[in-house]
């Protein structure tokens, strides 16, 4: 596996697994588990977070009920990271319940809402792989190992600062799990674990440069990757600057991207080969819902004459209703196909009026290739009219 392809795939499907000894791909921490295996993740040029987005108000990806999802999280914190006198990951694991309790006695309340907003929250943490939940134990996943060794000290503050829950709760199933009650009970050995971090990140790129067009070059690596919106080139000299823009674009060469410009604002997003070969990660009925809601919201209102040619962007929300009758999902799995899309970024959900509200295509949309964009465009083609006479001209241009 080539490191870009490798890059591409941690960013679309998480974390990578090693075989034992096997080294993480070039500009990725490797985590070290005891049995001799391990986890890479993707690192960051010059230690910069997401975070840094903050110092230019550019808003991150959302995340849903973000308030909840940091308060879980920073309850399952206070309850694995039993030595604060050591580094967070691996930490210990910990119940379920303990970490619930947790939760509760941080926001005060312990209502049957509250609960089910927590164990969401715990599936968010458990999919994006910040928390391993499972067995009925809580563990700090990968992602809690790259926090920066600068953070560990506000972190450990902050969780001096936390209640402890002591009341305990009823054992919850928070995630399906196959083993047994005495498996359950004998937390894993978490000795030998160890962080592997990568020197010099793309330094043989920014060592040409000084130091502030250096944090520059940085600073709109960052903003394109982790912004939610493509972000304006005027809030940003690397983008602005074909020299530093050339930098910024090899580096996300590396990691199987490319600069996507909309006029004067950029974004990035995967290379077209690169992308074929990842694959797609959705299954087949998020894949047809995704579908419905592109043909409601953007297909029909385009082919009324209400929308460009070119425009994924749509103010005509597929409403919810028009869903659950042109599909035959059941109810709940078209619900749970909607939740990843949005946890995805694929759609978004929108009022409507008096209506009980609707969803259009979501921000990922905006970091589509005009490769990808014009294929895209073919495939809703075939799929909202496959017997139009376009949709033979595009099978025929196919062949």
Known sequence: MTPELAHARARADGPLTLDAGEPAPPGMTRLDNPDGSGTALPAW???????????????P???ERAGETRRVLAAALKCCWSDL???????????????????????????????????????RLHDSAWLDVDAGLVRLGPRCACWPPASHAQLRELLRRLPSGEDGSAGLDVLPTQETAQERAEPRAVEGAGVSVPDG???????????????????????????????????????????????????????????????????????????????????????????LVLVHSVAIPRADGLLPADSWLSPFPAQADELRRHTRLPVGELDAALRTLRHAGLV?????????????????FHRLTPQARRRLQEELILAAGPHTPLAAAVRANRR
């Open 201 to 291: 990140v793309d330094e043989d790129l920014l060592t040409p440069f000084d130091e502030r067009r250096r944090a520059e070059i940085v600073a709109a690596f960052m903003a394109v990757e982790h912004a939610a919106e493509p972000v304006e080139e005027a809030r940003f000299p690397a983008l602005r600057d074909p020299a530093p823009r050339r930098t910024v674009a090899e580096m996300l060469r590396r990691r199987g991207r490319v600069l996507v410009q909309d006029r004067e604002r950029w974004t990035s997003g995967y290379e077209d080969g690169t992308a074929a070969l990842v694959g797609a990660s959705l299954g087949e009925a998020e894949r047809a819902v995704l579908v």
């Open 348 to 364: 978004a959900q929108v009022k409507a009026g008096e209506e009980a509200g609707g969803y259009i295509p979501g921000p990922q």
């Open 85 to 123: 006198s050591a580094d967070p990951w691996p930490g210990s694991p910990a119940p379920v319940e303990d970490v619930l309790s947790a939760y509760r006695a941080l926001i005060g309340r312990g209502d049957d809402l509250m609960r089910n907003w927590a164990i969401g929250a715990l599936r």
């Open 45 to 59: 040029p010059d230690g910069a977070t997401p975070s840094l987005l903050e110092e230019y108000q550019v808003a």
């Open 61 to 63: 990806v959302n995340v």
